[in-house]
């Protein structure tokens, strides 16, 4: 379908998708539990195979990240196999976490010194300090993310790449942008007019949604001077922007894996990490902060446990430097509406009031998934501040 979308010509007021597309499309959609477009999943998980069979397994024992190949793009550019490929390493990296964070539950339900101990452990594992490869299974996330420029041209993804990816935000649709109409949805009673059309984002990964919730999601403390910034409102509530988008992006995970992230965040309401770092924090006479709780211990007070920085919650999450490692992507869009003013002026030496209105400047970069990423990335970024736990151990 988006082919055939991306493919129509410009003029047209509106889009029409004929019947033949309209009908399996949507009848398969109904059955998968998912939107009728292109996500993430279509483009990452179900969308390579190995480079070459014999290969064994990585000594981790998961598939070796770097014997992966694309099956299908959009445009045959290498710049594409390499977005998708790395975010294919990455997920299977995080394979590695999935297994750390259900042995993290398991000891969070007996929560005594003993599992504090072995959860120290897990989350070294996770992070850099005392992992046996100096950075931990998120900094290996980071270093594979971070390769993204390595082979995938800014001009060329942004250019002939990114266009296929596009959807619109049926509830919200912006000047400029057509309406999708599916023909022949009449035909088959069980169908409904979609209503999720947005395209492809790495938002739509549920290993980043599963770092989250394992490890960054905040409940009520029993410490003393909770700080209330990491205390508020419910990461669901729909208060702020980046819960409201990652919680949308759910509907575009194949449903095993939204059941997955329920699962997490049920277990959460009944026992969580921050809530076993909150008590150890307490009993050892500190507020989150680190401070000594004077009002209600003794200024002898006994030593604190040896946490680690990352089992104080000093998360670095992968969606943040994601927004950092496409940085050169968003430079080219502001570039590429200068030159295509300018080429307009040079053109036709002046702008009418429909052009002005078309190269609009001032309009803000917009990821894959529709979000603005700017102020994403900011919030993202101030949640994650606000997450961390004894700041000052």
Partial sequence: M???????????LEIRIPSPITLPLLQISRELQLPPVVTYSDDVLYNWGFLDPTTPSSPFGTIDPQNLRVLTTFTSTPSESHFYLTSARIE???????????????????????????????????????????????????????NMSVGCDPQVFYEQIRPWFRGIDVNNLKEGERRW????????????????????SAGQSSIIHALDFSHARTLTGRGCDTPASSEGASPDDG??????????????????????????????????LRALVFDALASAGLSPNGIPCSSTHSTILPPPPPYPPYLLLRLSPPTTHRGISLLPLLVRGVRKRIMSLGWQLVRHRKLSIASKRNLNLNAPLKGSGGTELAQFLKAVRDGTKDAVIGSSL
């Fill in 181 to 200: 109409i599916f023909e022949g949805i009449e035909m088959d009673e069980r169908l409904e007019e979609p209503t999720e059309l947005s395209g492809p």
């Fill in 239 to 272: 208060s702020s922007q980046p819960s409201s988008f990652l919680s949308r992006m759910q509907l575009y995970m194949p449903r095993h894996h939204r059941n997955f992230l329920t699962h997490l965040q049920n277990q959460n309401t009944k026992r969580s």
């Fill in 2 to 12: 988006h082919f055939y979308i991306h493919s129509l010509p410009t003029s047209a």
């Fill in 92 to 146: 299977l990296i995080g394979v590695r976490a999935l297994a750390l964070m259900q042995s993290t539950l398991d000891e969070l339900f007996v929560g005594d010194a003993i599992a504090v101990k072995r959860i120290t452990k897990f989350l070294n594992q996770l992070g850099t300090s005392g992992s046996t490869n100096g950075r931990g299974i998120i900094g290996e996330m980071e270093i594979e993310l971070n």
